[in-house]
């Protein structure tokens, strides 16, 4: 079966230091990954997915298919980082997103 | 920007009635979708809808639950007897294909479902 796990609930950091949200995944084909983050009051959105490869208010994400892992990351935390992040699983038959719990982002002045 | 838009925001109901809620998707996209999320837990899919059919349903999805897309715009979502399970925020999203690039689904902000 398909899973995502994001294991850390509540992740703290003070600006300017770094960042990276753990994504693990279990799925025995070629998944597509994303991140969705939803700021406060707002609707969920996407941020990035591995197969564009690019950077998105300074967050990348590396799919590593050893480690079955698309870990978040990003060097230089910002106030406004602050929010929910979800980690999505696509399988390779369906389009339907499989979610993990979600790890919120509290980034200090 | 076009948005996802849903209705009502917020909807009590009292066990055994019916509910509907609603969803109005981007309009050039295809492909649409009902998630939802208990508090405390995470956004589980619920169904998925192309060409007026279901095209897959999570095992949630039983015979309580409907949708439909009644006039080209709307996309609801039925639940015929409600369960005290079944309060969670409930979202909409939809998208403009299913490969690629244009698989990126957009979601509406949620109603929230109570069941009293």
């Known amino acids: 079966a398909q899973r995502v796990t994001q294991p850390e609930k509540l992740l703290s950091v003070f600006k300017g230091a770094p960042v990276e949200l753990k994504c693990n995944y279990s799925y025995s084909g070629s998944p597509e990954l994303f991140w969705y983050v939803q700021y406060s009051r707002q609707r969920l959105q996407l941020l990035l997915r591995?197969?564009s490869r690019e950077s998105i208010k300074g967050f990348t994400a590396d799919l590593n298919k050893g480690e079955t892992s698309f870990h978040l990351k990003k060097p230089f935390a910002q106030e406004e980082d602050s929010a929910m992040y979800y980690c999505a699983l696509s399988a390779s038959n369906t389009d339907k997103l499989i979610f993990g719990t979600g790890t919120r982002l509290q980034v200090f002045p | 920007e076009p948005e996802v838009t849903q209705t009502p925001s917020h909807q009590v109901t009292q066990m055994g009635q019916e509910v509907i809620l609603r969803c109005v998707p981007i309009?050039?996209?295809?492909?649409f979708y009902w998630y939802r999320q208990i508090l405390g837990q995470k956004v589980e899919f619920l169904v998925s809808?192309?060409?007026?059919?279901?095209?897959?349903k999570s095992e949630i999805f039983d015979d309580q639950f409907s949708v439909e897309r009644p006039d080209g715009s709307n996309f609801t979502l039925k639940i015929r007897s409600t369960k005290l399970e079944d309060s969670a925020m409930y979202f909409c999203a939809s998208s403009e294909g299913i490969q690629g690039i244009l698989n990126e689904q957009y979601f509406g902000p949620g109603t929230r479902l109570t069941v009293t």
């Open positions: 591995h197969i």
């Open positions: 809808f192309y060409n007026n059919e279901i095209s897959e």
């Open positions: 309009s050039n996209h295809l492909y």
